[in-house]
């Protein structure tokens, strides 16, 4: 499947064990050659200061009201995408910006 960033999509996300995966809701950040640099989303309240709560979760294509967390990063290749669900709003998109450039730092 063909990504692209700023859109959300439906992947199958392997645990760290290799043994089993589970399918999560997950935004493209950016493409790194075959693989795909991706956030993770979530129904949870948002925890961190780098956690961001979708305003616009309903036109993006999410069933419930959602947060994305950029502290939550998963490099995947593009077997693992299963279904598009939308695109982050513009609302949305200038709130991960500002949320990036403010609070994502090297800590070394």
Known sequence: MTTSPGEFWVADIPFTNGQASKKRPVLVLWQDGLDVVVAAVTSAQPRTQTDV?????QQSGLRVPSTVRLSR????EGSLFLAKIGTVTVNDAA??????SEKITLKF
């Open 53 to 57: 709560l979708l305003q616009d979760w």
């Open 73 to 76: 990063l998963d490099c995947l």
């Open 95 to 100: 709130q991960f910006k500002t949320t990036w």
